[in-house]
């Protein structure tokens, strides 16, 4: 309707238009700017670790399927037969050392390269291109702690450059032990009836509205805080939120405190291996913790130890959460999920939640960290349907004549600060949660919008 992109993301005044949920042509630009050009994530390849084996997932609106070849390489192919647009790949899972289209027959290998096309005398892959020109599309792959990251961008950023500083605290999360993560079954989705930035910018380290949305979790004490007193006693909102350019963040959230939500044990006078093993990263078993020490830097283990990340999103759309769990045992339970919000059309997104657990870790502590994460942040868990409830309503606003002029209004602003004895880079906000890693998220969002 005329407006701009300064008319959407009000950088002067920090707001955003609510009509940036709901405009179908601001929707097909973002398929073009955001998902099809900036680096996404598809799954784990634990998802896949035989030869031939796939899964179907989605790049925006792009359909990809994801596959392990012979030599053990992992590929992502464009799920359009080059033929006549055909899906190539009907399932949405399976094992196959050819994906044969459905329509006319045209074959293809795990890596993408064209086969051939049935009746071959008659050479009906043709006589007016090579063969190997009738590949599937590929795009540029990077596997991360085993997490499988795409982009359609071939020499755009690198995917070092796309992280940016957050790689210091997403190494501690998932490049710690030697075995890596392990993903606990086929990841959980169901479509919800709002835009896919709804959920997105949350993703950009939003701790403000667990106080409210989440008071359940507070009044069953699960955040510490009584029932009472919410609102200014309320530990696990306290830490270092930190932010880069590129749009991601991490809430970083003190151990000792969160600890003290479960119990009064204190982390004074206890080493950096002291405090690990009573407050692990979720699945860390005790003897995980050496592993630790190995994998990462000194820094890296102390910050894990002390003011270990919590919560946080990468750019564009996905979600982490790690639950902590002290430990009651030789083992460590917790959850550590990611989800992706997938968009479906401007009013629809796809919530997939990926769960996970390290690959070493006993079987009974797999079984926790599965039954947690699906209580916790699955599609019925106690948190996620606090916000499943709450992104519809924002996007039924969006749709009213004047609703949709109202703005968004980014005013807890309090700017960057570098606390003492601090390890990693970015923007670092100390105290409680606020505004800007979310303000963040919307200017990563304007300049890869503001990009022809
Ligand atoms: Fe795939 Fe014709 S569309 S073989």
Redesign the pocket.
């Known amino acids: 309707d005329g407006a701009t992109l300064d008319d959407l993301v009000i950088r002067d005044t920090n707001e955003v238009s609510l009509r940036v949920m709901n405009d179908h042509e601001l929707y097909k630009l973002e398929m073009e700017r955001i998902f099809a050009k900036t680096w996404l994530l598809l799954g784990h390849d634990t998802e896949i670790p035989k030869a031939g084996d796939f899964i179907v997932r989605d790049m925006g609106e792009d359909q990809v399927i994801v596959t392990r070849d012979r030599n053990n390489e992992i590929h992502v192919n464009l799920n359009v037969?080059?033929?006549?647009?055909?899906k190539?790949c009907t399932a949405e899972t399976g094992n196959a050392q050819a994906h044969r289209?459905?329509?006319?027959?045209?074959a293809f290998r795990p890596d993408g390269s064209f086969i051939g096309?049935p009746v071959e005398k008659e050479k009906m892959h043709g006589n007016q291109r090579e063969k190997s020109e009738l590949g599937l599309k590929k795009a540029r792959v990077r596997l991360y702690g085993g997490l499988i990251f795409a982009t359609w961008n071939i020499n755009g950023p690198s995917f070092d450059d796309f992280l940016g500083d957050m790689k210091f605290y997403l190494d501690q999360l998932f490049c710690r032990t030697d075995s890596g993560l392990e993903m606990l079954g086929p990841p959980q989705r169901f479509v919800l009836p709002c835009n896919w930035k709804i959920p997105g910018e949350q993703s950009g380290s939003d701790g403000f509205h667990t106080l409210t949305l989440h008071r359940s979790l507070m009044e069953g004490g699960i955040m510490g805080g009584t029932a009472e007193s919410i609102y200014d006693n309320a530990p696990g909102m306290y830490g270092v939120d930190v932010s880069v350019p590129q749009g991601h963040s991490l809430r970083c959230l003190e151990a000792a405190q969160t600890f003290k939500m479960f119990a009064d044990v204190s982390f004074e006078g206890k080493t950096t291996e002291e405090r690990l093993n009573l407050l692990p990263p979720p699945g860390v078993t005790k003897d995980l913790i050496p592993q630790l020490f190995k994998n990462l830097s000194k820094e890296q283990v102390e910050q894990l130890a002390t003011i270990p990340p919590q919560v946080g999103g990468m750019f564009p759309n996905i979600l982490l959460a790690f639950i902590f769990a002290p430990r009651t045992d030789g083992g460590s339970s917790g959850a550590l999920a990611l989800h992706t919000y997938v968009p479906k059309g401007p009013d629809k997104v796809e919530f997939v939640n990926f769960i996970f657990a390290e690959k070493d870790a006993p079987e009974q502590v797999k079984r926790d960290m599965l039954q947690n994460a699906i209580q916790q942040t699955g599609t019925s868990g106690i948190i996620e349907q606090d916000d499943a409830d709450t992104w519809p309503q924002i996007m039924r606003n969006s749709r009213g004549a004047i609703s949709k002029t109202m703005t968004l209004k980014y005013q807890a602003l309090h700017g960057h600060e570098r606390p003492d004895n601090w390890y990693g880079e970015g923007l670092l906000y100390p105290g409680f949660t606020k505004d800007d890693t979310q303000w963040n998220w919307w200017l990563a969002y304007y300049d890869l919008m503001a990009e022809a």
């Open positions: 037969c080059p033929h006549r647009g055909m190539v289209c459905i329509y006319h027959g045209w096309a």
